[in-house]
């Protein structure tokens, strides 16, 4: 297994770009994930600003459109939506521009439930235009737990959500395995300093694998590390390719991604 290096393509879902205000990150800026994207042959990256998760919403996602414009065909953005922070603004904008390509919510981090009605505008955007909706989730959170999100497909069956980091810890992993069996319209994201290669095996084993994507959290954690867990995880090669790019293909329909065409729809089965 040590020194296998992906034949596959590869597209991380779950990037982040630029410092953190609670502890330190080095080099979180997008020349050097694009140098890492270049080690790991990953082919593009789908991130969100920790400026628009943590204060500032419409400023943080304006330096996520920077980073699209610096590196053309290796970098898209998701908007960030924070319900505090005038979300209906932050829609509007992310209808006209086609650099963003889906949306971010933080429940956690802004302190208000993945159920409330404050989010109501982001799943109907999401189902009437088939943006994909990137949530972080965290077992036992009271903002963004695992099984929240099947009041959320109940409400929004039409609405695609990636349940980032899928609950964290094993057991929030459990709970969001546990979720995405009883919804089709909930995906599971495999990023998170808990996460395992025999967990996403689990996650592959129980919701299918084709309905499980790779992320890594960069530059939280190294996007190395994180596929180092894909790519030795007990996936057959082909389940493998689904959570490396295939699923990311058939997802992000909407607007498509650096090097995509945008033809493909998410009933489409890759080859």
Request: net charge negative; glycine share 8%.
């Amino acid at each position: 297994m040590i020194g296998r290096r992906p034949t596959q393509r590869i597209i991380d879902v779950h990037a982040h770009l630029g410092p953190y205000s609670l502890f330190f990150i080095p080099d979180p800026d997008a020349a050097t994930m694009v140098a890492v994207m270049d080690l790991t042959g990953t082919d593009a990256t789908v991130l969100s600003a920790n400026r628009a998760i943590q204060q500032d919403a419409h400023l943080g996602n304006s330096q996520s459109l920077a980073a699209v414009d610096a590196h053309p065909g290796r970098i898209a953005a998701y908007a960030v939506i924070n319900p505090w922070q005038k979300p209906e603004r932050e829609l509007e904008r992310l209808a006209a521009d086609e650099r963003f390509v889906g949306i971010k919510v933080h429940p956690t981090l802004h302190r208000y439930p993945v159920t409330g009605a404050r989010y109501a505008a982001v799943w109907e955007f999401a189902e009437a235009t088939g943006c994909p909706v990137l949530s972080h989730s965290e077992h036992q959170s009271p903002y963004d737990a695992p099984a929240m999100f099947q009041t959320v497909a109940e409400r929004y069956p039409g609405a695609a959500v990636m349940l980032g980091h899928a609950g964290i810890t094993p057991a929030g992993v459990a709970e969001a395995i546990e979720a995405a069996s009883r919804y089709e319209s909930l995906w599971l994201e495999v990023c998170g300093s808990q996460m395992t290669g025999p967990m996403i095996g689990a996650m592959v084993d129980q919701v299918g694998s084709g309905r499980v994507l790779f992320g890594s959290d960069f530059p939280f954690i190294d996007q190395r590390m994180s596929l180092g867990r894909v790519v030795c995880a007990p996936l057959t090669e082909s389940q493998r390719q689904d959570v490396l790019s295939g699923n990311a293909r058939k997802l992000f329909r909407w607007r498509p991604l650096p090097g995509e065409s945008g033809e493909r729809g998410v009933d489409e089965t890759d080859e």
